[in-house]
C-alpha cells in the first residue's frame, strides 16, 4: 500500500459530484407482499439495520444498480452495501455511482463517517439529501482512472479479508446454536439420535422449586459484604461483559436477615432473569453467600431429576425463547414470573442423557462463549483490527485551506 499510494495525488469530492442521490418514498400498497411469492421478489428496504431492514415484497425495482443506502433516521447514518435490485422506502437515501468507481471502496469510506452527521436536534432527528450533498469523499489519482480503480480495488481487498473473517466467526456462533437445538430438540418420548432414549416433558414446578428474595432497599447497598446481583450482572456474565460492581453488595447481617425468610443460593442453583430482557440463566458457581435482586431475578433450585448445566442450555434454545416471546407479547415490560416458570414445560431424559449432551455443549460453549480464548474475544479483536486498517487505509490528507 506503500507503494501504491506513494505520491498520489488525492482530491476530494463532494458526494453529489460522485453519486446519484435519491430519497426512497412510499410503500408501493397496489404491489405489495409481506412474503416473497413469485411475481413479489424485490426486496422493499426500510432504515432498518440488517435483516430489519425489509420491510416487504414488490414487484418492480425501484434501484436496479449497486448501490449504498444510508439510514436518515433511526440509526442515524447506518450505511449499507446493496448489490441486487430493491425498492427504497421513506427513511432510506440511496446512492448510485455517477462516475467511474468501486462502490465497496466508497462503501467502506462511508463508514467511517456514519457517526459524524451533524443532525438538528429540534423536532424529529433526520438526515437529509441537502446534508450529505457537501459531504466530502477522497479520490485518489483522479486524473488516471485506471490507477485509482486499482488503489480503490486493493483497498477493498484488504479490507474484504477482515469482512470475512468475522463472517466467519460469527458463523462458528450460529453453527453452535444450531447443534444446541438439535441436541435440545427432542420429540415426546425420544432423542433426536439413533439411540431411543426416553424423555418426559414436565413442567418446572413438579421437579424443583423456585423463589425470589425478599426487598432490599437502595440505601441498604454497600460497596462490601455479601454480592448481590441484579439483572444488568447476570446480563453481563452472560454476554462476556466486566460488570462494574462497586455498589452491589449487602452487609452480612443484612444477608443472614433476609436470607432466613427467602432461603439462601447453593451451588448449581440457577438465577434467571425476570425483568426486562428475560430467561437469561446464571448457575451459582458455589455454596459461598449470594443474594439476588426481588422479582428481576428469581432463583431456580437444583433438582435431583435435572442437570443444572442441561437446564442453562435449554433456556438458550430457539424453541425456549420463543416460549418466552409468546407468553410475555401482550406486556408493555416482558416479566418471567415464578407462576410461569413453575408451569414452564421442560425435557427431562435420564441424567446420563443430560451429562452426555451436557458435554458437548460444553465443549461448544467453551469454543463461542470464553472470554479470553473464545469466538467473541476473536470476533471483537477482528472488527477492532479491521476498523484500526479501514480508518487508516482512508485516512487521506485533505487540502491545506480546509484543514
Given amino acids: 500500500m ?16 460522485v453519486f446519484n442521490i435519491l430519497a426512497g418514498g412510499d410503500v408501493p400498497k397496489d404491489a405489495f407482499s409481506d412474503v416473497k411469492t413469485q411475481r413479489y421478489n424485490i426486496p422493499i428496504l426500510s432504515n432498518g439495520i440488517g435483516d430489519k431492514a425489509l420491510y416487504g415484497w414488490t414487484d ?48 467502506y ?9 451533524k443532525v438538528p436536534p429540534a423536532g424529529i432527528p433526520q438526515l437529509t439529501k441537502p446534508m450529505l450533498r457537501k459531504f466530502q469523499i477522497p479520490i485518489p489519482c483522479p486524473n488516471n482512472p485506471e490507477k485509482s480503480l486499482a488503489i480503490q480495488a486493493e483497498i477493498v481487498r484488504i479490507l474484504d479479508t477482515f469482512t470475512e473473517l468475522t ?8 453453527q453452535y446454536n444450531y447443534y444446541r437445538d438439535q441436541l435440545l430438540s427432542f420429540e415426546e418420548g425420544t432423542t433426536k439420535d439413533t439411540k431411543r432414549v426416553k ?23 454497600t460497596t462490601s459484604g455479601v454480592p448481590f446481583f441484579r439483572t ?24 443472614e436477615t433476609l436470607s432466613s ?26 455454596d459461598e453467600p449470594l443474594y439476588f435482586k426481588d422479582a428481576d431475578l428469581l432463583c431456580i433450585k437444583k433438582s435431583k431429576t435435572l442437570n443444572s448445566k442441561f437446564l442453562y442450555h435449554y433456556f438458550l434454545t430457539t424453541k425456549f425463547r420463543i416460549y418466552l416471546e409468546n407468553i410475555s407479547h401482550n406486556s408493555t415490560i416482558a416479566h418471567y414470573t415464578i407462576s410461569q416458570i413453575k408451569k414452564n ?17 460444553d465443549k461448544f460453549d467453551t469454543l463461542t462463549s470464553s472470554i479470553s480464548e473464545g469466538l467473541p474475544r476473536e470476533i471483537e479483536l477482528r472488527q477492532k483490527q479491521y476498523e484500526y486498517y479501514r480508518d487508516l487505509l482512508l485516512s487521506f490528507p485533505k487540502p491545506e485551506l480546509e484543514v
Fill in 60 to 107: 418492480k425495482e425501484k434501484i436496479e444498480k449497486p448501490s449504498l443506502t444510508i439510514s436518515a433516521r433511526g440509526t442515524i447514518g447506518w450505511t449499507s452495501y446493496r448489490d441486487i435490485p430493491f425498492f427504497p422506502i421513506v427513511r432510506l437515501i440511496v446512492l448510485t455511482p455517477k462516475i467511474e468507481l468501486n462502490l465497496k471502496y466508497a462503501y
Fill in 167 to 174: 463472517t466467519e466467526f460469527s458463523a462458528r456462533k450460529k
Fill in 261 to 286: 425468610k427467602s432461603g439462601k443460593t447453593q451451588k448449581n442453583d440457577i438465577l434467571v432473569t425476570g425483568g426486562g430482557t428475560i430467561g437469561i440463566p446464571y448457575i451459582v458457581p458455589t
Fill in 232 to 255: 444488568s450482572d447476570v446480563i453481563s456474565i452472560f454476554n462476556g461483559v466486566k460488570n462494574s460492581r462497586d455498589d452491589a453488595f449487602i452487609s452480612n447481617e443484612l444477608y
Fill in 109 to 117: 469510506f462511508m463508514k467511517t463517517i456514519e457517526n459524524g452527521y
Fill in 2 to 17: 506503500e507503494k501504491l499510494l506513494d505520491g498520489v495525488e488525492v482530491e476530494w469530492k463532494a458526494l453529489e459530484s
Fill in 345 to 361: 414445560p421442560v425435557p427431562v431424559p435420564p441424567l446420563e442423557e443430560q451429562s452426555r449432551i451436557v458435554a458437548i455443549l
Fill in 199 to 221: 424423555v418426559e416433558w414436565k413442567a418446572l414446578g413438579e421437579i424443583t422449586r423456585v423463589s425470589s428474595a425478599s426487598r432490599v432497599h437502595k440505601n441498604e447497598w
